[in-house]
């Protein structure tokens, strides 16, 4: 294969990526015998090679942690929380930005994070719903979801939340329109949007800092 | 023993049923903390699945070629039509899909090289890392012979046929002689209304994580509407005795009819674990969304109305058309409410089915219901306006007192107040009676309004209840939480039934290890569940009074059961209610640390037993099987219609609900308040186009489908009539979940139509229908 290159690999365009594949085949080669390969798998000869050529470093400052991280560049910020670091409270609807439930606040802005890859934030502060509260404290934001009933199956509601917390942050919440204006980025397919304003404008004019 | 109403209806701050509690699960919701199906992410030695669909409609697979996609890191294994281990029972045999409990679709891919929707699995890669897993199914070369397709009803190639049963009911349904009652009618009117493909498109696609715990020990995590229905299905697919499979599903991001069912995904997911011995994970993506879990059909109806010059219905023609796929006689089942919801003399309904290349459709709210309404509420506006007669006064002139399609008396209709409570909140008599004469500033408003009805459906379940020496007690049901309250108002239910506050009880659901009831949908659950509860409570008091009676330490001591009642947590004399003792105090003194009880709670007309309902009358003894059970409502609706752009904004909504008993009216009023939304959207924007060529969906994700988001939504108005109903359930509860959407799209189309005088009988309602009916003539 490293003569006649297989249109649908990308370019070989390093010995490396070509030793690894030619080594990776070796191990594949009974894929359709799955016990073989799952053993072979489980020596994690596979995740060695890769993790020497395929994956980059980076450090993330997570809801005040920090993350010393070795990510392959292709994994997105939504996928390195949810299915590396386990922080599944930020959502996949649709991994291609356009329902917003991935929403989380990198450098205190909202961006979907299934939009952007992890290895593109290297040295950045990301927040997401599971860093919002501090302890057992619900965040403003969080407080007033519950008590307007922001939600039904609760899906969408962390990216709501991060989204709501911005869009007051940013200085969007100054009227019922503007608000429903700078929230239409987040679907609510249970339909709770007169009660997500009015979340909105409760914390607005509560007071409390956001 | 008679039973005490623990809910009073003249006393509704007794408890907290009826109070607007906030959700008990909204703390984990709202910290992320509440667990997805997709989101077990601590199993040992999870790995991910990913499904390689066809891009072809029709044809045979003649080729897949692994070789790349084998070489590919982290690949565990790849299946395909040719290694796929073997389903014990599927639904391409007859014979078999009769073992299952839910079988949307006479099909199961990749059980031969045939294909017969764009989008059906040909491939399932498993590896170690998502992020592999996609790399190597994009790696596939599937080579499929197409053959011709047929893209809908609508395809000239298709063939129009009268099924003889849709969904248990027939084909045709004729009362009385509706030809020849249209015939003779003084005002006749004809019209045909078309919808587009909807989907369902919770916020959480499909999900399902497989673990087999052993050979015979599987237990799936499974996006579901109902984990019982779920389990049972697999069961027997998978070849297990049902005890074998176990069903969790904690919380659902969504559902609207797609996760009531188990569809391919989910056994493939199982499958797929048991081959490599591994828990996988397989997540649909939000394109394959749109082609693994059904969707409402596509479909044109022909209502011909037959009418006095006074306005009082004779006749109605209903005839349906519509796409099913090549294996399944499947239509929603529109003439259900066209042949109940007004006093009419002769009804005729017939369904024509045409096969295509498409999936089976499926259950989305209110299915049949809400087309259904947008038809008949559609033309009925159009008589009103014909005969100069109040939309309103239109629909209290064929207002039917007992149920038209089978002469029973309702349980319950409370319909003339939804109106009159609607019309008073949105200020109806405001309404100028001629079209397209209201104007702010460039656009035109309009005002409409529809009624809304959806049936109360058979179901049962059981629940238990164990309550603790210190005043704590887990319930628990095998229901679902689709966001529609119910861990939220079994709480409260629970709390009032054993006198204890709603922060004492643990109430758990979504696992096949507790008590087994049926699946959320229909608007069952609410209803089913509650009952179940209350009467599994219920069952702890005859308990307790047993103990009472035989401790000579309790005030209670030798009392006959039926002296005993039970008030707030206490049993209590009944001829001196000062005299008795609390739950607690008979079980500490007995040593119980707990005891437990058990029931199951019917829902509809199955339902015979009034004397243990709490809200009726015991000396009563009708049945409920001899009444006819609806929920009923009306929404009110104002637009806004740029004459110049085509577009309509919803600025006002006002819906008016009578379904029984209101467990919690904060939740209800949500989920009344999304039932509209999801109308509206069908109303102005949802579609799924088929490409008519390639039979294969040209806008399948959330950009191409337009669903409502917050801009396109004004404040709402929520009202539930005070109903009360003995006949349906214990708790006297008729579920809302479906009535919400029943009747909105037309309250919209009804709203145009005021507002520009022309009527739009296709729907989604885009602006270039609206811009090509404004260039038409009034």
């Not at chain 1, 030619?22 to 020596?43: F, G, N, R």
């Not at chain 2, 891009?55 to 790349?68: L, P």
């Not at chain 2, 500490?588 to 339902?607: H, T, V």
Request: aromatic share 6%; proline share 6%; hydrophobic share 40%.
């Amino acid at each position: 294969m490293a003569t006649n290159h297989d249109p649908d690999l990308p370019a070989p365009h390093d010995e490396h990526r070509r030793n690894f594949l030619k080594q990776s085949s070796l191990l594949t080669a009974l894929a359709l015998v799955p016990s073989a390969v799952v053993e072979a798998a489980e020596s994690k000869l596979d995740e060695r090679v890769a993790e020497a050529i395929e994956k980059i470093p980076l450090s993330l400052k997570i809801n005040g942690k920090k993350h010393k991280l070795k990510v392959e560049p292709r994994t997105t910020l939504l996928d390195l929380l949810r299915e590396d670091l386990h922080l599944t409270g930020t959502k996949k609807g649709c991994d291609y930005g356009q329902c917003g439930a991935c929403t989380v606040h990198v450098d205190g802005l909202r961006v979907n994070s299934c939009l952007s890859f992890a290895v593109m934030h290297d040295g950045q502060e990301i927040t997401t719903i599971e860093g919002l509260a501090s302890g057992d404290d619900l965040h403003p934001m969080q407080e007033a979801f519950v008590k307007h009933d922001g939600f039904q199956c609760g899906y969408c509601t962390p990216g709501q939340i991060m989204s709501a917390v911005a869009c007051v942050r940013e200085g969007h919440a100054g009227s019922e329109a503007e608000i429903r204006e700078y929230m239409s980025g987040n679907i609510c397919r249970c339909g709770a949007y007169a009660n997500i304003v009015a979340a909105i404008q409760d914390v607005k004019s509560g007071g409390k800092k956001v | 023993m008679d039973i005490e109403p623990t809910f009073s209806k003249t006393n509704p701050t007794a408890g907290v049923v009826g109070q607007p509690m906030s959700r008990v699960d909204g703390w984990a919701k709202v910290t992320g903390r509440a667990t997805y199906s997709a989101e077990y992410s601590g199993l040992p030695g999870l790995v991910h699945a990913v499904l390689k669909t066809s891009d072809v409609a029709h044809g045979r697979v003649q080729s897949i070629d692994v070789s790349a996609a084998q070489r590919a890191p982290g690949v565990l294994a790849i299946f395909t039509h040719q290694n796929l281990p073997k389903l014990a029972k599927t639904p391409n045999s007859p014979d078999d899909r009769k073992a299952f409990v839910s079988s949307p679709m006479g099909f199961f891919p990749m059980e031969s090289d045939q294909i017969f929707y764009a989008g059906q699995p040909v491939a399932v890669v498993v590896a170690d890392t998502l992020e592999r897993a996609q790399y190597a199914a994009s790696l596939l070369k599937v080579s499929i012979v197409p053959e011709a397709t047929i893209s809908s009803y609508l395809d000239p190639k298709a063939q129009l046929y009268t099924p003889k049963t849709v969904k248990g009911m027939p084909g045709v349904t004729k009362r009385g002689d509706a030809q020849e009652a249209f015939a003779g009618a003084p005002v006749q009117l004809t019209a045909t209304y078309t919808h587009a493909t909807i989907h369902h498109n919770p916020m959480e696609p499909g999900a399902t994580t497989a673990h087999w715990e052993g050979p015979n020990r599987l237990t799936v995590y499974d996006s579901t509407q109902g984990v019982s229905e779920t389990q049972k299905t697999l069961a027997a697919m998978l070849g297990l005795a049902t005890e074998q499979v176990r069903v969790v599903c904690k919380f659902i991001g969504g559902g609207f009819g797609c996760k009531a069912w188990v569809w391919p995904h989910t056994t493939l997911a199982a499958l797929v674990a048991k081959a490599v011995g591994r828990p996988v994970k397989l997540v649909l993506t939000r394109p394959q969304q749109f082609t693994s879990m059904g969707h409402r059909e596509e479909q044109a109806q022909t209502l011909r109305l037959g009418a006095t010059r006074e306005g009082k219905l004779l006749a109605l023609i209903h005839d349906k058309s519509s796409t099913t796929s090549p294996w399944d006689d499947y239509a929603e089942t529109n003439t259900r409410i066209t042949n109940m919801l007004y006093a009419l003399p002769a009804f005729e309904g017939t369904y024509h089915l045409a096969h295509a290349n498409v999936m089976t459709s499926t259950a989305t709210r209110a299915p049949g219901d809400m087309p259904g309404a947008f038809a008949l509420e559609s033309s009925m506006d159009d008589l009103a306006y014909q005969l100069g007669l109040d939309p309103i006064q239109i629909r209290l002139l064929n207002y039917a007192d007992k149920d038209p399609s089978n002469g029973h008396p309702w349980s319950s209709k409370s319909l003339k107040q939804c109106y009159q409570r609607g019309a008073e909140l949105f200020g109806w008599n405001q309404r100028n009676p001629k079209n397209g004469q209201t104007r702010a500033g460039k656009t035109l408003v309009g005002w409409g309004m529809a009624t809304a009805s959806y049936p109360v459906h058979n179901s049962q379940g059981n629940a238990r209840v164990r309550l603790y020496a210190d005043g704590h007690a887990v319930v628990q049901a095998g229901a679902t939480d689709l966001g529609t309250g119910t861990y939220t108002v079994m709480t409260q239910v629970a709390a009032d039934s054993l006198g204890l506050p709603p922060e004492n009880i643990r109430f758990e659901l979504g696992d096949t290890d507790l008590p087994s009831t049926q699946w959320s949908g229909g608007s069952t659950a609410a209803g089913r569940v509650s009952s179940s509860v209350y009467l599994a409570a219920q069952d702890v008091w005859q308990r307790l009074i047993k103990v009472a009676v035989q401790d000579n330490k309790s005030p209670l001591y030798r009392a006959k059961i039926e002296d005993v009642m039970v008030v707030k947590g206490q049993l209590l004399f009944r001829t001196d209610p000062d005299t008795g003792e609390a739950f607690g105090e008979v079980m500490k003194r007995a040593g119980m640390s707990d005891i437990e009880g058990s029931a199951l709670g019917r829902y509809g007309s199955s339902y015979e037993a009034p004397r243990a309902a709490a809200n009726a009358d015991p000396n009563k003894k009708d049945h409920a099987s001899e009444h006819s059970m609806h929920a009923f409502g009306a929404h009110f609706c104002e637009v806004h219609v740029d004459p110049e752009l085509g577009t309509v904004r919803v600025t006002k909504w006002v819906s008016v609900i009578a379904g029984g008993r209101i467990l919690n009216p904060k939740t209800a009023r949500s989920q009344v308040m999304g039932g509209s939304i999801f109308g509206i959207g069908a109303a102005l924007m949802e579609t799924t186009e088929r490409d008519p060529h390639l039979a294969r969906y040209t806008n399948a994700d959330l950009a191409g489908y337009h669903i409502p988001v917050n801009a396109d939504i004004p404040d709402m108005t929520v009202e539930f009539i005070d109903e009360h109903d003995p006949y349906v359930n214990a708790m006297g509860v008729k579920g809302i979940g479906e009535i919400s959407i029943v009747g909105t799209s037309a309250a919209v189309a009804n709203a145009v139509f005021h507002a520009t005088g022309r009527r739009l009988r296709s729907l989604p309602m885009t602006p270039d229908k609206v811009l090509a009916a404004m260039r038409e003539p009034v």
